[in-house]
């Protein structure tokens, strides 16, 4: 079990290596001719290569550009034969790699982030606007007290309910793209006037209470 057990490690580290250096090897040559390019074997000539190579990078290009005109110019060294024996396999994997990441990434993640950073920033701004009409209500309260586990739960509950709002509106209403932003301003005020309705109703109770102690105390006073 145990040989068994080291046997798939082993094989998974071989197979992690030779994927990262497909990667490497797909990102530092462009296409099949580029890498097995003819280039002179003078060791002279190559070194001269390198030299330029390494100039231009340093005068007109980035650290990035540094190390694949060093890459290239060190597989440049190697025969055209073992190249296209060696190389040209890892080539074609990881170009296979690499599409396969730009289309995963433009279909699924892309989508995703936009939608989890358009909830993040619409959280956040719904609960600066909540944690700043509670302190105009209650001055004293410290922020705190106003920013506690129920109202943050709360905020994102109420974020969570505007993007379904969002995501099956348009299903339900098919001018909603065209009154779609006043749609979203809507939502959220009531969502808003949803969490703050506790607030404002213990103030007004507050409020109905102090006048009710003013009114017993001028009462007494007559």
Do not use: H
Not at 31 to 60: F, G, Y
Not at 61 to 66: D, F, N
């Amino acid at each position: 079990m145990k040989n068994r057990k080291n046997g798939k490690k082993i094989a998974l580290g071989i197979a992690a290596g030779l994927t990262s250096l497909s990667v490497l090897v797909g990102s530092v040559f462009d296409s099949s001719a580029d890498l097995l390019e003819e280039t002179p074997r003078n060791p002279k000539t190559v070194t001269k290569i390198t030299k330029d190579l390494s100039s231009i990078s340093l005068q007109k290009k980035g650290l990035k550009q540094k190390a694949i005109a060093y890459l290239r110019s060190v597989i440049y060294r190697i025969p055209v034969k073992a190249r296209a024996v060696l190389f040209a396999p890892l080539w074609l994997l990881g170009n296979i790699v690499l599409m396969a990441a730009e289309t995963l990434y433009k279909t699924l993640l892309a989508p995703i982030g936009s939608l989890i950073l358009g909830f993040v920033l619409q959280t956040l701004l719904l609960l600066g606007i909540i944690g700043i009409c509670i302190k105009i209500l209650f001055p004293n309260l410290p922020w705190s007290k106003i920013f506690s586990r129920k109202l943050i739960v709360l905020v994102i509950a109420g974020s969570l309910f505007m993007c379904a709002c969002d995501l099956l509106m348009p299903m339900i209403w098919e001018k909603y793209v065209l009154y779609r932003r006043l749609s979203r301003l809507i939502i959220g005020l009531i969502v808003i006037l949803i969490i703050l309705s506790p607030f404002i109703r213990k103030k007004l109770k507050n409020r109905i209470s102090y006048e009710a102690r003013c009114d017993d105390e001028t009462f007494q006073l007559n």
